[in-house]
C-alpha cells in the first residue's frame, strides 16, 4: 500500500499553525513513519523546486495556513493547488483572513507610510520604501509583491476542505489528520476540526436569559466567573462563532473573539453577531438600539476580528 | 559578476532569501539577507480599542506569543495609568518564565545543540535532534517533549491557551490561579529545574570537556563586536519580565541605561529598499551601515548581549554558571557567536528557578489579580526581554482608549543587522576566487543558528537543521553549480 503524500505550507502568518501540529508531540512522529511528508519548509529539506518537479495531482492532501498578502503566498497557493488531490485551508488566515486581514481597514499606501516613514523611530529622511525589484551596484534584488488586499486562500485557488481556529486546537488537529490518512471524508467543502453548533452550546458559563442595558469593555469590569459573558454586558462572539475549541478563552475568563469562524449557514459572522446582540438588548425605542450600535465602539475590529477578508465587508476602505 | 542565491532560506515564516554577489575575481562583492514579507499590525491596529492589543499582537508571533501578549499587556498598564496587584505581576512572570523554558530546550536540543552533541563535523544526516536522541538516548528525547510540553500546561493554566493566551488585561490578568493549579505547577517547576540543570551537565560533559570545542568558542572568527542590549533588574541582573534596559559598548563599557520609556531617545530603524524588514539601531551612535565596532550604531540584543550587559544573574545555579562562563572564558564581554548557546542555557537554568519560586510564592494564589483602571487613557510602552532580544511595544489612544498611534520594536529586528553580517562574514569565509565550498550550507546555518532568528520559530521542530539551497548563476543567468543540503 502506498502512503498518503502530505505537504505544508505557510503563507502569511505567525507560524502558530505551524506549532499547533508540532504540539502533537510524539504523534507527529508517529504521522511520519505512516505518511509521506513531501513539502514543509518549515521542517524539512524540501524547496520550491522540489516542489515543482511533483507531477500534477501528485500530493494527496495539502494543509495551507495563513492568508494571502504578497505574490509569493499567491505563488504558492496555485502550486500546490496544482500538485495535490486535496487542498485544506488550515487555521483561521486561510479560512476567513484572520488578524492579517484587519490590513483591510486600511491600504498599502498607508502600510508602507506607517511602517517605513511614520513611525516614531523610523529615521528615513529619503522616505525610502521596499522596491519589488532593485538594480542594486552589485545585480538585481527582487522581494514579493505585498498586496493591498488580504485574501482567504479560497479567494486565490479552489479549497476541498476548511480547519478553522487560531490556531486550531490540539486534539482537534489531531483528529482531523487522521481523518486524512484514514480517508474517511465528509463532500467537499466541509469544515472540519469544529462543532456545527455555536461555542455557547460548550461553554460552561450559567445564562438566564437576563436583557442587557448597556455594553461593557473588558477592561472596565471583574465579571464573574460562572455567568455568560453576554449577559454582563461584555461582548462575547460565543452565539455567532462555530465551537470546537473547547471554550478556552471563556474559561480563562475573557470572552470569544471569534477565531473559530461563522457558523455553518451564516453567510456573515458579523451579521450574526449583531443580530444575537439586538435580542439580547434591553432595547424599548429606536434610540436605545442606536445607544447600543454606538457603544460597540469597533464594529469592524469586534465583529470581524478574524474574518474581514471572508465577510460580505471583504475590505472597509477602498 | 555572478550571483549566489539562497532561496528561500526556510523558517524564515516561510519566506526568506540571501543573495551573494561575487566581483571579477570571484570572491564575494556584497551579500544581502532579505526579508521579504510585512504584514502592518502597527497601521492596522489604529482604530482598535487598546485593550484587545495582547490579543490582536499576540498574532505577530505564533512562537513567541507570549512576548507580545505580556509586553502589550504591559503597554496597557501604562496607557491606563494602573498598577497591577502583586499577584498578577507574580502570575504573569510565571507564565513568562515557562514560556523561557519551552523556547530555550527547544532551540538547545533541537536547533543549536545538534551541532554540539554531535559534532561540527559529524554526518549531516546524523546532525539533528534524530540524531541527538540516538547519541543520548531515546529516554531524553522523550524528557525534551514532556518538558516542552509542561511548561505550555503552565502558560495554558494561567492564559488560557497553550498557544496565543488570552489573560492579558490593564491592570492585571483576568483570573487567579487555585491551589490545586499551583501544586500542578510547583511539580512541574521542580522536574524544569532538574532538567534544566541535566542539561547544562550535558553541555558540560559534551561540550566544555572537550578541549576543541572550547577552542571553537574562544577562537571563534564569526565574532562580531557590537554594542550589547539587555532588561535588568535594580542589581544589575538579568531579567526577562521587567527592569531597566542597558547597552554596553563593544569593549564592555555602560554606554546608556534607560527605563523602556525612554526608547525614542536611544533606538532609531533604518529602511533599506530591498527588504521589508527595517534596521534597528543606536540613535546617539548613528547609522553607519553594516559594521561592527564602537563607532557603529548596530547592537546585539541576544542571550549573550544579556549576559555581557548584566553582573549577574538573580537565582542561585544560574549565578554559579554566569560566573562560569566568564571565568572559563576568560574576559567579559564575550562576542563569539558560539557562546551564546551556551547563555541561552544559563538563562534555561535562570528561567526553571524562576518558575519554581514563583510557584511557591505565598501571593501566587491570591485572588487579587485585578486593578479596574479608573484614569483616562492616553499613551503608554510596554517592553519586555523576548528570547531574543528586547521587545517594545508602544501605543497612543484617545481618551476613549481607542489606539491612534502604534510603534513596535520587535526582537529579532534588533539583530538584523548583526544577523546581516554575520551572513556576510560567513560567505566571505567560504567563497573564494568563485570556488564555493560546500561548507557554505554549514556556515551560513551556525552564523543564523545562533540568534535563534524568530523567523526560525517553526523550526524548532523535526528535524532541526536550516534546509539551505544555493544556486549560483553566471553572468548569463545559467545554472553553473547547484548546492542542496542532504
Sequence with gaps: MTKTKIAFNWASSCGGCEIAIFELGTKLIDLANKVDIVFWPAILDYKYSDLEAIPDG????????GAIQNSENEHLAKLLRAKS??????????CL????ALANTTSRDQIFASSYIETSTTDNPEKTLPQTKLQAREGELTIPEFYNTVKTLDQVVDVDYYVPGCPPVGEQVSKVISQFVEG?????GAVLGASDKSLCHECKRVRTDRKIAKIIRTYQTLPDPQKCLLEQGIICMGPATRGGCGSICLDANMPCRGCYGPLPKAIDQGGKMLSALSSIFDAQSEEDIQRLADSVVDPVGTFYRFGLARSLLRRTKP | MKTVTINPVTRLEGHGKISIFLNDEGNVENA???VPELRGFEKFCEGRPVEEMPDITSRICGVCPEAHHIASTKALDAVFHVEPPPAAKKLRELLYSAFFVADHITHFYVLAGPDFVMGPTAPKAERNILGVIAKVGLEVGSSVIKHRSDALDIIAAIGGKRIHPSCGVPGGVSKPITEDERNKIEAISKSEVEFAKFTMKLFDDIVLKNKDYVNLITSDTHATETYCMGTLDEQNRVNFYDGKIRVVDPEGKEFAKYPPADYQQYISEHVEPWTYLKFPYLKKIGWK??????????YKATPLARLNVAEGMATP?????YKRIYETLGHKPVHSTLATHWARLIELVYAAERMLELSQDSEITSPNVRTIPTAIPDEGVGAVEAPRGTLIHHYKTDAKGMVKGVNLIVATTNNHAAISMSIKQ?????????EVSDGILNVVEMAFRAYDPCYACATHTLPGQMPLHIKIFSKNGAVIRDIRRP
Excluded: R, T
Aim: charged content about 20%.
Design chain 1, 58 to 65: 501528485a500530493i494527496d492532501v495539502a494543509f495551507v495556513n
Design chain 1, 85 to 94: 488531490k486535496l487542498l485544506v485551508a488550515f487555521g483561521s488566515c486561510a
Design chain 1, 97 to 100: 483572513g484572520g488578524i492579517p
Design chain 1, 184 to 188: 474517511v471524508l465528509p463532500p467537499k
Design chain 2, 32 to 34: 544581502y539577507f532579505q
Design chain 2, 289 to 298: 551601515g553594516l559594521i561592527g565596532g564602537k563607532d557603529s550604531g548596530v
Design chain 2, 317 to 321: 545555579i544560574a549565578k554559579a554558571e
Design chain 2, 426 to 434: 560567513a560567505a566571505e569565509g567560504v567563497i573564494k576566487k568563485g
